[in-house]
Every structure is written in C-alpha cells, then in structure tokens.
C-alpha cells in the first residue's frame, strides 16, 4: 500500500531516472555506455548492486559490467554464462510485466549453474515483502522491433529500502532496461560504424598506397608498360605508357596515346597480335619506332578491373628482345650458311628443294578417255588451272587428289625448248681449283671460294638460291625457267667465273662446269642432286682439258 509520500518518492525517483539516462546517452563508446548502465542502477533506481551481461555472437551472455562492489566485480566480471541457463532463469518465478523475479523459496535450484553470481547468506525474512539475499530481480533488454532480441539482461539486487519493489519501482526498473537497451543498441552502432570508418580508412589508405605502388612500379620500370582500353569502339588503344616504353619506341607518351599496339605493330607480325589472348597472352613481334625502324619484343598481357563491376583495361608488359632475337637470327643462319662464303649450306639446299617436291610425280594423271572422268561444269582445262593457280590438271586431281601443292615439272624437249618452265637445277664444280689449294695454300684458295660465291650470287636474280654444297662445289636453284633458259645461264655464270681472281697481288683463274638438271615431284632431292651431278660430270668430260685448264 502506497505512502502519502508516495508521490514525492516517484518525483524524485523520475528526477534520477531522468539523470541517469541521460548520462547512458553521453557515454563515448560501447563499453562506457555498459558501465553506464550498471552505475545508474545504483545512482537512480536505489540498489546497492547492479550487473549487466549481454549477448555475445554465440548466444551466451557474458558479464559486461557490475556497479556496488569491487570484490564482486573482479570476481564476476567477463564472465559467461550459457544461453540455455540464461532461458531456464528468464522463464521461472514470477512475471513482473517484462522483469522477471525468481523469490529465494525458488532460486536454490539455480545455485550450481553455469550464470555468473554473487550473494551472501542472510536471515528469513521477517515480513512478507522483505529482500532476502537469495532472491533474484532480473530486468532484459530487448532491441526495438517486433522481433524483441535479446540484448541482455541486468541484474539487480539489495534494494536500499530492503523491501521487493513495488508497482512504481518494478515500472521504473523496466523503463530503465527499455532506455538502457536503446542506449547500447545505440553505442553498437557507433562503434561499428566507427570501426566501418577505420577499416574504410585503412582500405583507403591501403588503396592509395598501393595505387602508389603500383604507379612508381609503373613508371619506373626498366622495361615498358601499356595499359590499353578492352572492348568498345576504341579497343586496344594505348591510355597510358611509361618513359622505358617511350624510349624504346622514340615517342613522347602524349603521341603514344593517338596508337594501339595494331597501329605499331610490323605488318608482317599483325596476325601474330590479333592471336595472343588477352588474359596472359604472350607474343614476340616487331613494333615500329619513331625514325622508321622496328625492334623486336615481348608482349605479355594481363586484364585488370578498375573496381569490382567497373571497366576492364589490359595491361601489357614490353621487353625489348632485339638483342636476343638478333643472336637466335645469328645462330639460325650459321646453322643454315657456310661460314666461309655466307651462302645457303648443304642442308638449307636440301630443305629448300625438298619443299619444292611430292611424292606424287605430276605426270601420274588419268590416262585419256578414263571413263566417268570429265572437268568440272564450265571450266575446261585451261581455265581450271589458271583460275585455281595450283598449275595441274583435273587429270592429275583425278589420280592424286586436290591438296593445294603447285608441282614442279621439267621441260620434255632435251635440249629443245619446249615451252614448259621449271625448276633448274644447275650443279656446278670448280675446273682447277685443286692446283691452286696445292700451290698457293689454303688461304687463297678461300679467297678464291668467297669471290666465286660473290660472282655466282650477282649473276642470278632476286629469289634464286646460291648454294655451297660443299669444296668447291655450288649449286643453283632458279625456277621459272625453260631449257634454253637453264643453257644460258649456265653459260653466263661460267663467263662471270673465269676472269682473274687476284688475291694477295697475285692473279688466278679458275673454270667452272655446269650440269644442268629439273626438279620434278616424284623425285627425291638426292636423285634431283645426282641427276645434275651426272650432267655436270658429263659435261665436264665433253669439253676439252685446255679448255679446262685454270691457275
């Protein structure tokens, strides 16, 4: 029953309840605002101890702060108690609207739980409302919403008066959990978004630093860097280039940003672009510089994205390889030249005539009136080898099948010129070399063997092959030829030999004989080979030894 003071106590009571929350309001951060909390329990609502535990992640509760005893707070504080055993205390005793209170007659159940608590042994109450030191007030705070999460729970106990509150007292408690539930979801949320803005500041900042990384990595690399546009209308052009890049190319960055890679690249290399991927495409091939010239390089590409959705660029690294590339060039032709007169060797002779045969000889074609064989509709057999340009028949197509080959043939006639044109093969042995090796030593006679070549290689055309087959021996590839052609080349090449060769103040004369023979699919390139050396020979033998004679 109500005092006549009553009222006075509830304006007071309001007063610092009124006090006490705004205080919960000024805390800076989450756990001053718990502390808050358990102190204003003390200060405002009149209890001698007060304890907050709130939910961690897991569901269970742990002690977040304690007001009214410091033995009772190091005692208690940080500890956990389970979720389950949190429920089971929430549901027992008696239902004081959202408190909950639990009288000493029933909380003895609770003693060997796994909550955290603090109490002492007291006298049974001596009157009916009497505070005993085993009974227990519990008050959760829930978050606003309709879903009512649990917070937490504060836990109350030694009232000041020493009685079980009453109706003003148990409402007051309740308003207080309902504003300290507010005040903590409200610290949560400062504090994440407090550290939302330290980790966004940090991921600036990383950003920044790494954006300066990558900048400094990109400007100052030793070799060039592009990063390129992907997709739309302006795909592959150049955004940005770095000073290695520029030196190379001997162009300014702002005139580099006007080309893409396309517009660089050597023509003959442009297929060798378009083919390299995009994600770690890889390509060697030229690019042009500034006065003209083209250097050899390394492209090596990556994608990187400007954000998560954002747009894409290609980002292309550059390594000049000229150096490289000129050496691998160096070792090709010293594998495929004689290192003495520079000419094509015995085995790129070889490899450059055998891409001139087939197995299949061309004169292996469908004998006359083969029944069920006619040339296609419109095309008479003319037509059809000049439209196709592969130079057969469909005769021939007819026996060996279509496969693109141009075959090579040789002229019919002997020595007369039959009209066909072919691959000439002139073999050619030098008429007294070997006295000169005897007489005057090696030394003249390489000189002899370099300005032979030199001759040799001025009296053919663009395209011809002059080739060392070993000694003093040469070969000539020349196609397109007719018998009378072959003839009068041989004979202009054996002119260009026989003047003097001086070498060291002293004039020699050397002669040459030629044996002239064709390349013809069905032959192998030693059988071509013999058959020019045997005419070679045959000629050689033909002509007489005066005629021969040289030193």
Known sequence: METESEPYVRLATLRQLHQVVGDLNTARSLADTVQAVADGIVAGLNYELACVNLVRPDGDLIVSAFAGSPAAEALITGRVGSRTSWDRRLAMGEAWGDLRFIPHTEGWVLIEDDV????????????????????????????????????????????????????????????????????????????????????????????????????????????????????????????????????????????????SFADLVHPEDIGTLLRTSAEGGRAELRLGRRDGTYVWVSLRNSVVADTADGPRFLLTHVEDIEERKRHELQ??????????????????????????????????????????????????EYDYEHEHGFGFSPAAGAAGGYDGHVHSVAPTGGDVDDGTKGLAVLFCDLDGFKSINDRFGHHTGDAVLIEVARRLTTGVRDGDTVARLGGDEFVVLADGLGSADAADLAVRLRNAIIPPIRVDGRAVRVGASFGIGWAECGMTVEEVLNSADQRMYIEKRSRSKVHRRAG
């Not at 408690?173 to 409200?186: D, R, T, V």
């Open 331 to 380: 070792l090709a032709h010293r594998a495929s030249h004689d290192a003495l007169t520079g000419l094509p060797n015995s085995a790129e002779l070889r490899s450059r005539l055998s891409a001139r045969l087939c197995e299949r000889p061309f004169a292996a074609s469908a004998p006359e009136g083969t029944p069920g064989f006619e040339p296609p509709y419109g095309y008479d």
């Open 116 to 259: 955290p608590q603090w109490h002492t042994e007291g006298p049974a109450p001596r009157f009916e409302d009497e505070w005993h030191p085993h009974d227990r007030l519990y008050a959760p705070m829930y978050a606003s919403g309709s879903g009512r999460e649990l917070l937490g729970v504060i836990s109350v106990d030694r009232p000041r008066n020493g009685r079980h509150p009453g109706p003003w007292g148990r409402e007051a408690l309740q308003m207080y959990a309902s504003q300290a539930a507010i005040a903590i979801s409200n610290a949560r949320l400062r504090s994440n978004m407090q550290r939302a803005l330290i980790r966004l500041e940090r991921e600036q900042q990383a950003l920044r630093a790494s954006e300066e990384s990558f900048r400094q990595a990109f400007e100052y690399a030793p070799s060039g860097m592009a990063i390129a546009e992907m997709g739309g209308d302006q795909h592959g052009r150049l955004l940005r280039t770095n000073d290695a890049l520029c030196r190379l190319l001997g162009r300014p960055a702002s005139v580099m940003r006007r080309y």
